[in-house]
T-cell receptor, first 116, second 112 residues
Framework: GAGVSQSPRYKVAKRGQDVALRCDPI?????LFWYQQALGQGPEFLTY????????KSGLPSDRFFAERPEGSVSTLKIQRTQQEDSAVYLC??????????????FGSGTQLSVL | GENVEQHPSTLSVQEGDSAVIKCTYS??????FPWYKQELGKGPQLIID?????GEKKDQRIAVTLNKTAKHFSLHITETQPEDSAVYFC???????????FGGGTRVLVKP
């Protein structure tokens, strides 16, 4: 596709429910990142994939958060037993080169998660 | 890890005036500094970036300057227009890593 696509656009979950957020990166992009953006703040790093390998998951806030990219293209961010503090916009980004080193990062429009 | 501070948090300018946003970073090893514009309901969009071997870069009405010694970089928007109204984020990438660390954002309002 022309850009990074994320779905759903909005997700409302009851506290304790599991959610799955999908990201379709730009075709051919090797690097994929997930960021969390709280209201009124800058994006914060969650995790990074190079193809199907998850090379950095240092930003995942708890073991309730899990991300995968099994075939090196589409990625899913899963949050188990959602809590109110998980409410945020979840942004996916991709870049062309391995490691994204000095390479431009393209963001999707995000999934806005609201946990009630 | 890297820490990026951004100022001001809000900026109101008259159409046609200039806007300046400043950021500081903590890790002297960081070598890539992009700026993103985020409009309501959309993801951040890259508007300009600068690498650590360059002191200044310009693209039409937008320019970025980098002072490696002082560990700060700035975004300059000249001849502002109403469509420049948005939230702007600076970011820095560590040389040894892959992730971007973002500043807290600046909400820019251009008044017609």
């Amino acid at each position: 596709g022309a850009g990074v696509s994320q779905s759903p656009r909005y997700k409302v979950a009851k506290r304790g429910q599991d959610v799955a957020l999908r990201c379709d990166p730009i075709s051919g992009h090797v690097s994929l990142f997930w960021y969390q953006q709280a209201l009124g703040q800058g994006p914060e790093f969650l995790t990074y994939f190079q193809n199907e390998a998850q090379l950095d998951k240092s930003g995942l806030p708890s073991d309730r958060f899990f991300a995968e990219r099994p075939e090196g293209s589409v990625s899913t961010l899963k949050i188990q037993r959602t809590q109110q503090e998980d409410s945020a916009v979840y942004l996916c980004a991709s870049s062309l080169t391995p490691g994204g080193f000095n390479e431009k990062l393209f963001f999707g429009s995000g999934t806005q998660l609201s946990v009630l | 890890g890297e820490n990026v501070e951004q100022h001001p948090s809000t900026l109101s300018v008259q159409e046609g005036d200039s806007a300046v946003i400043k950021c500081t970073y903590s890790d002297s090893a960081s070598n890539y500094f992009p700026w993103y514009k985020q409009e309501l309901g959309k993801g951040p969009q890259l508007i300009i970036d600068i690498r650590s071997n360059v002191g200044e870069k310009k693209d039409q009405r937008i320019a970025v300057t980098l002072n490696k010694t002082a560990k700060h970089f700035s975004l300059h928007i000249t001849e502002t227009q109403p469509e420049d109204s948005a939230v702007y984020f600076c970011a820095a990438r560590e040389a040894a890593g892959n992730k971007l660390t973002f500043g807290g954002g600046t909400r820019v309002l251009v008044k017609p």
